[in-house]
């Protein structure tokens, strides 16, 4: 086996893994590069492989970071099967074409007002080449293991984080090998997943690192949420919650019902303006058997939310001036309807803006939560006067605490442990944090680099 990293080395995005072994090449995640420019410009450079000659894609999970670059590999040529769980398959059907619609949307934005460099601006891809790739899909379930070419068995296992996402296993017979990606590893005592799912061994492994240098802040979720929302909503305020649309937004909107239920908060509006959340909160809904989810919780959520479906909606949300709550995505500002609830929101000291997990580098989440007086959209600069929360503990991904926990599920210590999907710094930490605590080999990889697996 030979492992090549393409993704997630030295940064949390565009997870990619080519594994060649027998004459057979796959590729594990086909994430999209998000955050700094010099990253998102890999999206453009076509990967360096034999794209035609693909055998297969195998998904971890739906979130764009881990299978988002998928239409465009479709787009170069790539007409194999992608293999993933059922729940993956579900969000990558409304994940997938969002992502085209959006950057279609951005490329015609750009190319109205003249903010970008290129003459004229072209989307990575579209929606109906998102669309086109969803044919490919195959649906797999837990722990039924696949035959692939190549003398290869594969298998799921879940890991918790959202919906569908999976450990994913492959194993030689002829070689008595078994790789382990552990994709998006979830929380223990998450409010909504169940725990992830231990494995029992592996030879090697390749681990998120997220939050290898953090733990989260032990706080009450509804309490935090209680006092944010009615500070604000008693002097006038909107509260905003930019939040990814699978996971973190469906949490939100149980929490927020489950406030107003128990008359914690006043029962004021709760908008959910995000045509893929809205769809994501109905997948949810569907699959509320494996997550935490009761169907009277799923009842209460559509009781308490107004769900935003068309674009006069969304602009008239704009010019609201009394107390409410409103949920819309992306989860780190980076693109989609809450860009233009930031500019009609973000100049009042009366609003509260409230994020809700992870900030990488280089997105407008970020250099919100850190403080910055004015923040550029659509080519613009608004200043931020609003009142700004970042409360990390909804996060779906593991602090390093959790991640040592899954690790130590394991029977025997792999011949190594590859550090993936972090920011140097977290993947270093927690790297020498196994090595001091497990006593295992592990490495942070670089970019493009490649491995033999013996």
Not at 132 to 152: E, I, T, V, W
Not at 357 to 362: E, L, N, S, V, Y
Not at 395 to 417: E, F, N, V
């Amino acid at each position: 086996m030979k492992l090549t990293f393409l993704g997630a080395t030295n940064t949390v995005t565009g997870s990619k893994y080519l594994l060649e072994h027998n004459q057979q090449t796959y590729l594990i995640d086909c994430g999209l590069y998000q955050g700094v420019k010099y990253l998102r410009e890999r999206n453009w450079i076509v990967p360096p492989i034999s794209v035609s000659k693909l055998n297969a894609v195998i998904l971890t999970h739906a979130h764009i970071d881990h299978s988002g670059y998928l239409p465009a590999l479709v787009k170069n040529g790539f007409t194999g099967p992608v293999f993933c769980t059922e729940g993956t398959h579900e969000l990558c059907k409304i994940l997938l074409p969002d992502a085209g619609f959006l950057q279609e949307e951005d490329a015609r934005f750009a190319n109205k007002y003249s903010f970008s460099k290129h003459k004229p601006a072209l989307p990575l891809y579209t929606e109906k080449d998102a669309e086109h790739s969803l044919k490919q899909f195959r649906s797999c379930a837990y722990h039924s293991p696949l035959a692939l070419p190549g003398d290869l068995q594969l298998s799921f296992s879940p890991t918790g984080h959202i919906l569908g996402a999976s450990a994913v296993q492959l194993t030689s017979a002829s070689t008595n090998t078994t790789l382990t990606f552990t994709g998006d590893l979830g929380r223990y005592q998450d409010l909504m997943m169940y725990d992830p799912e231990p494995i029992n061994t592996t030879d090697y492994l390749v681990t998120e690192s997220t939050y290898g240098d953090r733990l989260h802040d032990p706080i009450d979720a509804l309490d935090v949420l209680q006092k944010i929302i009615t500070k604000t909503t008693n002097r006038g305020g909107i509260v905003l919650i930019p939040a990814f649309a699978v996971g973190r937004a469906q949490l939100i909107l149980h929490l927020v019902a489950e406030l107003i239920e128990k008359n914690r908060i006043n029962k004021i509006p709760v908008f959910l303006n995000s045509p893929m959340a809205i769809s994501a909160t109905e997948i949810y809904q569907r699959f509320h058997h494996e997550l935490k989810l009761t169907a009277t919780d799923c009842n209460r959520i559509d009781q308490y939310t107004h769900y935003v479906k068309t674009v006069a909606e969304s602009i008239d949300l704009n010019t609201r001036q009394f107390p409410c709550v409103i949920i819309s995505a992306s989860g780190m500002a980076s693109g989609g309807r809450v860009l233009h609830h930031l500019k009609a929101i973000c100049g009042n000291y009366r609003n509260s803006i409230v994020f809700v997990g992870f900030q990488a580098p280089g997105t407008r989440g970020e250099s919100i939560i850190n403080g910055v007086d004015q923040v550029k959209i659509h080519g613009k600069y608004y200043p931020v006067k609003a009142e700004i929360h970042h409360l990390d503990n909804f996060s779906a991904h593991g602090d390093y605490k959790d991640i040592l926990t899954w690790l130590k599920m394991i029977k025997s210590p792999p011949k190594c442990t590859f550090i993936t999907h972090g920011e140097p710094a977290a993947a270093d930490s927690l790297r020498l944090k196994i090595k001091d605590q497990l006593g295992w080999k592990c490495c942070v990889p670089s970019y493009r680099d490649s491995i033999e697996l013996k």
